[in-house]
């Protein structure tokens, strides 16, 4: 399946933390269930495939292995369902790469490692609840068996499976562009497409080749569009010098509202504890206002970035959510290493790891 043109000018995408946010308030036994409903759902659709009625399937795997100089004959049962697993994940990460989700475009979807492992600028497929995955997986339709009651199936075409096998090195090389770039696979897939389009006494085979490749090097151009500056790492201190103002603040407006109150000591506290510059307008600002935008308000007059309280607000939104996000995956963790098996076991092992980055 060729993948669909999609527009450069496309710009709003959901941050990966609202996608990641759904863990939030959830314990590890009811993170566990949603991710074992998830498996399930995929399971379900994935079984004929990993049967003897998959027929359709399991000769696209066959020539994509054919193809790159292995023999697919010595592939152990186990080897074939890892490998048809992860032409799964890579489907559903190809397909919402292409289309919006809830009116966003989706950020990078990780297919490899557990879904605490992900990077700050993308989600794991796991993230999604079971109707979006299913809904990949369906649309495609490479997934269906070759059933009688279904009707016959064509067996894929030499065309379509080469087109999956660089749809699956694309999307490696999405993820792990510098490793991809010297894997054998990647290497000996440019060969045979580099020696089709050089060499084949046919133009229509040395056109398609050509077209392959020129898609499949693309993709070691990185999208910069795609950059999130506004990174959960990036949060952190800020989120660290919001709650330590808080702690100043806080003491400071109680004193504020009471109406006697001399304000010449409190403001000695404010410039010692906050800012030398503080004035006694800013306190009788700050009295009418809830500590909260008082300490929004500090924060932006000292920004190095300037951004605005209103801005402030939002990444402290996100900073808070990194927080609880990571603390969920935490306890998910945790309980991983006391359950023997856990549910996310079989799941876990058809994930390749990530390798480590530099």
């Known amino acids: 399946m060729p993948p669909r043109q999609v527009s450069a000018r496309r710009n709003q995408y959901h941050h990966p933390l609202d996608i990641r946010a759904w863990v939030i308030g959830k314990t590890p036994d009811e993170i566990f269930a949603a991710l074992d409903e998830r498996i399930e759902a995929l399971n379900a659709v994935l079984e004929p495939a990993l049967s003897d009625s998959g027929e359709r399937l399991r000769a696209c795997v066959d020539f994509m292995v054919r193809f790159v100089g292995f023999n697919a004959d010595a592939l152990t049962p186990d080897e074939r369902q890892w490998t048809t697993r992860f032409l799964a994940w890579t489907v559903i990460a190809r397909y919402w790469a292409q289309r919006p989700y809830n009116d966003k475009y989706l950020p990078r979807i990780a297919t490899r490692g557990s879904p605490w492992e992900v990077s700050p600028d ?46 699956l090195v694309k999307l490696e090389i999405h993820h792990e562009a510098v490793v991809m770039w010297v894997h054998p696979i990647t290497q000996v897939l440019i060969f045979k497409l580099l020696k089709t389009a050089h060499y084949s006494a046919r133009l229509n085979e040395r056109r398609e080749a050509k077209r392959r490749l020129e898609d499949l090097l693309s993709g070691f151009v990185p ?22 103002l808080k702690t100043i603040v806080e003491p400071l407006h109680r004193d504020l509202k009471v109406a006697e109150a001399p304000i010449t000591p409190i403001l000695k ?90």
């Open 122 to 167: 993308e989600i794991h497929f796991l993230d999604l609840p079971a109707p979006p995955l299913l809904q990949a997986l369906h649309e495609v339709g490479i997934f269906e068996p070759l059933t009688k009651a279904k009707g016959a199936i064509e067996p894929p075409t030499q065309k379509e499976a080469i087109e999956w096998l660089v749809e």
């Open 223 to 244: 999208d910069l569009s795609q950059h999130i500056s506004r990174r959960e790492e990036n949060f952190i201190p800020l989120l660290n010098e919001y709650e330590r």
């Open 269 to 358: 506290r404010a410039q010692k504890d906050i800012d030398p510059t503080i004035t006694k307008s800013d306190l009788q600002r700050w009295r009418k206002r809830p500590p909260r935008d008082v300490v929004l308000e500090i924060l932006s007059t000292h920004d190095l970035k300037r951004r605005s309280p209103r801005t402030l607000a939002n990444d402290l939104s996100l900073a808070e959510k990194a927080r609880k996000v990571h603390a969920a995956w935490e306890g998910v963790r945790a309980a991983t290493g006391e359950r023997q098996p856990h549910p996310l076991s079989s799941l876990l092992d058809s994930l390749p790891p990530r390798p480590p980055r530099p």
